[in-house]
């Protein structure tokens, strides 16, 4: 049997290998020396609107508000919701911070539901357990790029006359029945970071279908500052005149960073095709390793993947997650962990959470591991992993 190099063999490789990393390329470097050259403004100018109908055009969505980052996008859609002091949102634990920081923003109250164990998004019957007469919100993650089960949260939501928010930092490309993620929740929200499928440097936006949301949208993002007579309170004074009728924020985006984003999702398909790619491979694979859970997907998700997680099956290991993830860096393979429970902060722990609210997403975090996947890798770098963690689940099976 082939020894890992953390017990003294030979690592599968030379060179490290990340989680995530952005592509670039001439055209989006022409992209941001263009808008630089142009004279145009640098924000709020021609860039904004055009990546703007390009989001629509993608996402399906009648509207869009590109914003500074994802965790903005979710804060002013948590504001456009009216979500304010006494209420709470419902969310998951698996998930970046933001998704639940929002709420706390807003003076709300975030309630994690678990997870579904095969899918590992939110469970719709756990969110149908802790709505309470104060939820104000659901706020679903596509985790990893996979659509939550967005008609299941639809339906409770409407039934309960609450509002559906969509964190789709990783999904954007993906498809729900066909739709695109951003035409099927009350709003929906993107991040483009540059670990993310597409990137502005930092960037986000939210997009909905909603004529009243996208106006309180727009508000939130520049101060609560309107120049619209209609939403004035009294007759303007002349041209110059504007009027500040909500606390807003400033989380514009620049036309530096629109500029680049439109660049990028130009790219969108061939970024999402090689990472179907690499995901097939390493399903095939992985499906063969006893030692190993492949995430499960929903047929109603055409999924364009952000993530690629192994879940280890302990009682098939002589090692836990913290020596499999050291095993793979030492053979140069550099993973991350995708999750820690949200809940398990000290900042949340000091707002009353405590372990056990969530069993499953719990029990998950113990157990998985999120190895390379981005459009950089070539198919020698995705043979490599794949034999790294072959290597190691042999070596330490049990
Ligand atoms: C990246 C991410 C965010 C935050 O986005 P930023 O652009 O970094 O602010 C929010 N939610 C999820 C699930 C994310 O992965």
Redesign the pocket.
Known sequence: MEKPAIAGGNPVRDTKLYYGHQYLDEADYQAVLDVLRSGNDLTCGPKIAELEEKLCWITGAKYAVAVS??????HVACLAAGIGEGDEVITTPI?????ANCALYCGARPVFADIDEKTWNIDPQSVRERITERTKAVVA???TGQSAQLDELLEICREKGILLIT?G??SIGTKYKGRPVGSVADMT?F???P??TVTAG???AVVTSDPALYERLSLFRAHGITRNPALMEKEPDGPWYYEQVALGYNYRMTDIQAALLISQLDKLDRFVARRREIVACYNEAFRRVPQLIVQEEIPESDTAR?LYIIRLRPERLSIGRKEFFDALDAENVRCNV??IPVYYFPWYRKLGYRKGICPKAEKLYEEILTIPLHYNLTDQDVEDVIRAVEKIAAYYAK
């Not at 980052?69 to 979710?74: F, I, M, V």
């Not at 998930?95 to 998704?99: K, Y």
């Open positions: 980052n994802g965790t903005a996008a979710l998930t970046f911070a933001a998704s993650v596509d985790f964190d930092a990783h929200t991040s483009f970071h670990v993310k930092e960037g986000g952000h995708h999750y």
